[in-house]
């Protein structure tokens, strides 16, 4: 019997060998999905931040409603599972935000664990990312995003804390983004969740990543800023030939 979406999306991320991250592009559009599959990729993770650059807004400004339809556009173009980005969930109750990231098709969904540039309370959030559990059963793989070293918090116990309870309230992931390389291996040792990483300007390469630990790599709106910079080059080329 053939696997579902879901159970698909979930499987690449066990079992893989040392130093085979699950390495997930983020499309910001429809187009840009069918190129990253068309590659050859087995499956994509929405950037918050590149859909939300693409439709005109800055990160962490773009309405509920229309981030829903962007990742919905994204999903109905390819084959491939899609894991959403839907930032701390815009304040919807967890049984509202469970049916509408099922309604865009996607199976899975990135929850941080700040708001306003400060921390959530962890064990509130662990009991909140719990309820989206229940309510999404095993229909979504949630990627629980920890952002202490993004907001000053340095300590690696903290990131620690937050991953074991983020796991213990049932997420399949863990992200701690901006973590510092070095950081990866003390993370690994204390539990076997996945942990997702995205890298850096000026950072490891993403086989070194592997070696440290990360079993999966995203790049959040990295890809969308590395395509911004050949249009503008195709612009100022075209403009060139035009005499501009």
């Known amino acids: 019997m053939a696997l579902t979406p879901v159970a698909t999306f979930r499987a690449l991320h066990h079992g893989r060998p040392p130093g085979d991250p699950l390495v997930l592009p983020g499309p910001w559009d429809a187009a840009s999905a069918r190129a990253f599959e068309a590659a050859g990729f087995p499956a994509l993770a929405t950037p918050s931040a590149g859909v939300s650059a693409s439709l005109g807004y800055e990160d962490g400004a773009t309405p509920a409603d229309e981030m829903f339809a962007a990742v919905a ?4 173009s390819v084959s491939v599972p899609v894991s959403a980005d839907v930032e701390g969930g815009y304040g919807l109750a967890p049984k509202e935000l ?15 664990d700040s708001e306003a540039g400060a921390l959530k309370d962890p064990r ?14 095993d229909a979504l793989f949630v990627n629980a995003r920890v ?6 918090v340095r300590e690696v116990s903290e990131t ?3 991953c074991r309870l983020y796991v213990e309230a049932g997420a399949d992931c863990v ?6 390389p070095e950081h990866l291996p003390l993370l690994r040792a204390r539990f076997a969740a996945p942990v997702n990483v995205a890298p850096l300007p000026g950072g490891p390469p993403i086989a070194d990543l592997a070696r440290l630990g990360a ?9 969308l800023h ?13 403009r060139g030939a035009a005499g501009g």
């Open 73 to 76: 556009r994204i999903a109905r």
């Open 98 to 112: 469970v049916a509408r990231v099922l309604e865009t098709g996607a199976v899975g969904v990135n929850l941080e």
């Open 124 to 137: 509130r959030h662990a009991d909140w990312l719990a309820e989206v559990r229940a309510e999404a059963g």
């Open 147 to 152: 952002d202490t070293y993004l907001r000053g």
């Open 160 to 162: 620690i804390g937050r």
């Open 175 to 180: 992200y701690p983004i901006t973590i510092p």
């Open 215 to 223: 079993t999966r790599v995203t790049f959040g709106p990295g890809l």
């Open 226 to 238: 590395r395509a911004l910079a050949a249009v503008r080059d195709i612009a100022d080329e075209v």
